[in-house]
């Protein structure tokens, strides 16, 4: 499965972005996004499940992004606001066995390109 995220951009703090995730056959998958910035981890940040569309988040981005699937459209979407500094980072979507684990990177299959997410004043 090939994966496309989009909607990146330059943002100041306290601004929102809309990512979104293409793809075919989107909605059979469990579909994570993650992210790394410069010189750091990747971290897992959201997740959203395929069976019963149950969303996770990380503590960091908890009460400020949201995840949402489209299954008409093969799309999932990351709404992101109160954007911080710390959120500036390469995002991707991904193909994930396991929300539950979405945190983890082991548990990602695969991704395409990431959308460049810069947050500055």
């Known amino acids: 499965v090939q994966l496309q995220a989009s909607g990146g951009g330059l943002v100041q703090p306290g601004g929102s972005l809309r990512l979104s995730c293409e793809a075919s056959?989107?909605?059979?998958?469990?579909i994570g996004w993650f992210r790394q910035a410069p010189g750091k981890e990747r971290e897992g940040v959201s997740c959203i499940s395929s069976t019963d569309s149950s969303t996770y988040y990380s503590d960091s981005v908890k009460g400020r992004f949201t995840i949402s699937r489209d299954a008409t459209k093969n799309m999932v979407y990351l709404q992101m606001n109160s954007l911080k500094p710390e959120d500036a980072a390469n995002y991707h979507c991904a193909t994930i066995r396991d929300c539950y684990y979405f945190y983890a990177m082991w548990a990602y299959d695969y991704w395409g390109q990431g959308t460049l997410v810069t947050v500055s004043s």
């Open positions: 056959g989107l909605d059979s998958y469990h």
